[in-house]
């Protein structure tokens, strides 16, 4: 079964713009959500994470929103660069010693000049 | 610190025949796993290992085998490849406090 349900597949963005992927979970445990961005040929990495005590968090230009009610929690990606063209995952973990990450399937964005 | 790294980076296996991915990681930690990623299903979690002689399977174990014997090794054996294993294979690593995970660079698998 699949807990954490990611869209879009791929999203094109002209630069400038603002990207926005969603996710949404289902294990109410879940109880950290980062967001991992993954270039061609490289391990993802991650890019930024939050904990379901915020609704929001802001490094630079990326952005998590959280809605712990809707179990619900989105990248927003402002003033998107070509740079930022990659596949982007979220995904979901909850406290304890096997900590095991759910990932979504990804996001291609691709960001056109 | 070279972090997680991985070898062999491609490797074109025959079906049935078997071999080993190697993963290392230099930073000391104490959990290791070993994920599989295919088009448009993202990363499904294999094995993990939560330290030095302790292993559990996670979502897709069949038809793979791991062992820990020390802190930075983490080899995963396919013991009869298929088809169904054409996959890029990545290895990560985390302290046991922490939740980052760091994920080493992949391997890319054919079995034909």
């Known amino acids: 079964q699949q807990q954490v349900k990611q869209s879009p597949q791929s999203l094109i963005v002209q630069k400038g713009g603002i990207s926005i992927i969603n996710c949404a979970y289902e294990?109410?445990?879940?109880?950290?959500f980062p967001w991992y961005q993954q270039f061609p040929g490289k391990g993802p990495a991650l890019l930024i994470a939050?904990?379901?005590?915020?609704s929001e968090k802001k490094e630079g230009r990326f952005t998590i929103s959280f809605n712990k009610s809707a179990k619900q929690f989105s990248l927003h990606i402002m003033d998107s660069q070509p740079g930022d063209s990659a596949t982007y995952f979220c995904?979901?973990?909850?406290?304890?010693?096997?900590?095991?990450?759910?990932f979504g399937t990804g996001t291609l964005l691709a960001v056109q000049p | 610190n070279a972090g997680v790294t991985q070898t062999p980076k491609f490797q074109v296996l025959k079906t049935g025949q078997s071999m080993t991915l190697q993963c290392a990681q230099d930073m000391n930690h104490e959990y290791m796993s070993w994920y599989r990623q295919d088009p448009g299903m993202g990363l499904r979690l294999i094995h993990y290992s939560v330290g030095a002689g302790i292993t559990d399977q996670g979502e897709v174990p069949n038809g793979y085998n791991v062992s820990r014997s020390t802190t930075e090794d983490f080899p995963l054996r396919l013991l009869s490849a298929a088809p169904s294993q054409t996959s890029v294979y990545f290895c990560a690593s985390r302290r046991g406090t922490s939740y980052e995970q760091y994920f080493g660079p992949g391997t890319r698998l054919t079995v034909t």
């Open positions: 939050i904990r379901p005590d915020v």
């Open positions: 995904a979901a973990s909850s406290r304890g010693a096997t900590n095991k990450l759910i």
């Open positions: 294990n109410t445990a879940f109880d950290y």
